[in-house]
């Protein structure tokens, strides 16, 4: 629900920010279409129209009087500028600004106000009331009174339709809605001479056509937004002082037809609406601002990601190939903590006990199962299959129920739906040669990869979980040794108290434990363990769940690494760092830059946001092709990557976003339990 309502506000003040600064055209080509309802007066009177019933009234400005109109304002680049050379010729005007920009700039509202000049609406949006339906007009001069009472405190009676033109070129559906607008007591202001700056003709173009053939007064048309209006700035300087020299005088609309009251105060409930509009805007324009930044920092911090792995990868790679290959030599103890695991519990035991290396003996802890979980260990006559009975305690309780029973230094803890290669122990005991490493961490493979989700954990195990675990081992701050499959020195946990009780993360817990009492932790890609992935979407939300949130719990419980030097030091200034910048803080703000990407694309910039996608997704199909080639995978699972951003990696981040709030909470999240189905099995040899 949290995070619904932070999305869905952000999209909303997204929108919002969309609307408003969305470019609109700012043509005024005459309309064409039928004139047969509209009055002939009206045709052949003044640009101002009062449209309010069947005998229509026209003003025109008084002789030798223009009234100077300027539309689609107001603009921070070109309306100050104008309004400068107004000043310097003591000339005033009349502005006829859009909702949406006297929302973005209510500053130059009221600085128009404060030099002497008028305010019309020019409807929110820009849109043509000529085609718009009742209802939309009415939105779009009532969002727009908003703005102005909300900028400034006003109210104004004159309408400039968008699109519209001089008299003569009124068609029966620029009156329809011109009778729209006269209903509502607002007075309707054409033109007698468009300026044509919209066109960009040059400025001897625009003095040309803004200049009047007779001593009649009139209305020009000019623009102080919608673009570079250059042209109009130094033709507005030209033509000034020349008419001026001729004696004519400029005005505003009002004052050169003799309307009285045309602006007044606002009412207090459209100031309150007004001042909630213009707050709305102004936060939205924060936030589409910190959206774009988000998009940069984002994409950067990827970037850097992508070649942090690559670079890290390669080295260990070369250290992987150039290292000496000593056969251990040890006896080993394979822990197996089960509860109700007797659908794949046979197939891990059997697994174990072909190992080539010799001699493994295995321990299975039935903590409290209900199902035949302890019948089918039993079946196994073999005086290295041991099976211990207990009273459920949960997982960590059970391992170390087996840490006491083992009888070997080095102990293999696996899942009880883990299957295990031949050369699987042999190859994750290899790094204890090294006395200065207390824990190795084994390579865990998806066995149940058919289907769209198990392709997609696939992937995921892959290039995420195995790149990043050569990272770690190359940083030497590696977080977390599965609980899949990986392998222990017993006295280095037993000093530690054994497996931490008190997280959900027991696995994540105990890595950290042993760096912060100054082991090493490495990774070993060749020791294989094929788990059984979570087969339906909400099996997969649970353990995800479960793991975010104890890895919640084991950062904030080893937080004092960052402090320290040696091993828990590398731990607490490079892994821990890492690991809360990628697994939350990025899936946290995930869903507002899909969001930020979503209203990028809409706004036009549909090319930036395809270019993001396409590098996201290189990002990850490199890294793909070469995690998938070290691990001898096929790369044909690949092809569904693309489409893992879409489903999968939303509900990733859905994951976090909820565990973090169940932190915040200060609630106990309880051990869930996923449901085997005994579908885990290599779907090919590896060698």
């Keep these: 629900m949290l995070l619904g309502t932070v999305v869905t506000a952000v999209a909303v003040l997204l929108g919002l920010n969309l609307l408003v600064t969305g470019g609109f055209g700012s043509g005024e080509d005459p309309p064409a279409g039928g004139t047969s309802a509209v009055p002939a007066e009206v045709r052949d009177g003044g640009p101002v129209i009062d449209a309010r019933d069947d005998h229509p009234v026209e003003l025109r400005p008084k002789a030798k009087t223009l009234a100077l109109t300027f539309d689609d304002g107001p603009d921070p680049e070109w309306t100050p500028r104008v309004l400068d050379v107004l000043d310097a010729h003591h000339a005033h005007a009349t502005f006829f600004v859009t909702g949406a920009n006297a929302a973005r700039y209510p500053e130059l509202v009221r600085e128009i106000l404060a030099r002497g000049h008028e305010i019309g609406n020019h409807t929110a949006t820009h849109s043509d009331l000529r085609v718009d339906g009742d209802l939309r007009a009415k939105l779009e001069l009532r969002a727009t009174d908003l703005a102005l009472a909300g900028a400034a405190g006003i109210g104004t009676s004159l309408v400039r339709p968008p699109y519209s033109a001089t008299t003569d070129a009124i068609d029966d559906a620029a009156w329809a809605s011109m009778r729209r607008i006269g209903a509502e007591g607002r007075l309707v202001v054409l033109s007698d001479l468009d300026s044509q700056d919209w066109?960009?003709?040059?400025?001897?173009?625009?003095?040309?056509?803004?200049?009047?053939?007779?001593?009649?007064?009139?209305?020009?048309?000019?623009?102080?937004?919608?673009?570079?209006?250059?042209?109009?700035?130094?033709?507005?300087?030209?033509?000034?002082?020349?008419?001026?020299?001729?004696?004519?005088?400029?005005?505003?609309?009002?004052?050169?037809?003799?309307?009285?009251?045309?602006?007044?105060?606002?009412?207090?409930?459209?100031?309150?609406?007004?001042?909630?509009?213009?707050?709305?805007?102004?936060?939205?324009?924060?936030?589409?601002?910190?959206?774009?930044?988000?998009?940069?920092?984002?994409?950067?911090?990827?970037?850097?990601?992508?070649?942090?792995?690559?670079?890290?990868?390669?080295v260990h790679v070369r250290r992987h190939r150039n290292r000496r290959r000593v056969r251990a030599r040890a006896g080993v103890t394979v822990i197996v903590p089960a509860y109700n695991e007797e659908a794949g519990i046979e197939a891990t035991i059997r697994s174990i006990l072909a190992s080539d290396h010799h001699p493994v003996w295995v321990i299975v802890v039935d903590d409290g199962s209900t199902d035949g979980t302890a019948e089918v260990v039993e079946r196994f006559r073999s005086r290295r299959v041991q099976l211990i009975r207990q009273v459920n305690a949960g997982k960590p309780a059970a391992l170390n129920t087996g840490l006491a029973a083992a009888r070997t230094e080095l102990v293999v803890m696996v899942d009880g739906d883990t299957v295990l290669e031949p050369g699987t122990v042999s190859a994750v005991i290899r790094p204890f040669a090294d006395e200065r490493v207390g824990a190795v961490s084994g390579n865990a493979k998806v066995g149940n990869r058919g289907g769209l989700l198990g392709r997609w954990q696939h992937i995921e195990y892959v290039i995420g979980f195995n790149l990043d675990r050569r990272m770690y081992d190359v940083l030497e701050c590696m977080p977390t040794v599965p609980g899949a499959v990986g392998a222990f020195r017993r006295s280095a946990v037993l000093d530690l108290g054994g497996v931490p009780e008190d997280t959900l993360a027991e696995d994540t817990d105990l890595t950290m434990l042993l760096e912060q009492d100054g082991w090493r932790v490495v990774y070993e890609q060749e020791a294989r363990a094929w788990t059984e992935a979570p087969a339906t979407l909400g099996q997969l939300w649970k353990q995800r769940y479960r793991w975010c949130y104890g890895t919640l719990q084991a950062v904030w419980k080893h937080r004092g690494a960052v402090l320290r030097g040696g091993a828990a030091g590398r731990l607490g200034r490079r892994g821990i760092p890492y690991l809360v910048l990628f697994q939350v803080v990025l899936p946290m703000l995930a869903p507002l830059v899909d969001v930020a990407a979503v209203f990028g694309a809409l706004a036009g910039d549909w090319t930036t946001a395809l270019g993001y996608w396409l590098v996201f997704l290189l990002m990850q199909l490199v890294p793909g092709i070469i995690a998938f080639r070290l691990d001898g995978e096929r790369l044909g699972p690949l092809w569904a990557l693309p489409l893992q951003q879409f489903v999968y990696r939303q509900l990733m981040y859905l994951v976090v976003v909820q565990s973090v709030m169940t932190a915040f909470a200060g609630a106990r999240l309880p051990w869930h339990k996923l449901e085997r189905t005994g579908q885990n099995a290599p779907p090919q040899p590896v060698g």
């Design 199 to 314: 066109r960009r003709p040059g400025v001897a173009g625009i003095v040309a056509n803004a200049t009047p053939k007779d001593d009649r007064g009139a209305v020009v048309l000019m623009h102080d937004a919608g673009g570079d209006r250059s042209e109009t700035v130094a033709a507005l300087d030209e033509l000034l002082p020349r008419l001026q020299a001729s004696g004519w005088k400029f005005d505003t609309v009002s004052g050169a037809t003799g309307v009285s009251a045309a602006v007044g105060k606002a009412d207090p409930a459209s100031r309150a609406g007004g001042w909630l509009l213009v707050g709305a805007v102004g936060l939205a324009g924060l936030l589409a601002a910190a959206m774009r930044w988000l998009l940069i920092v984002a994409s950067a911090i990827a970037v850097l990601r992508t070649v942090l792995i690559l670079v890290t990868t390669a």
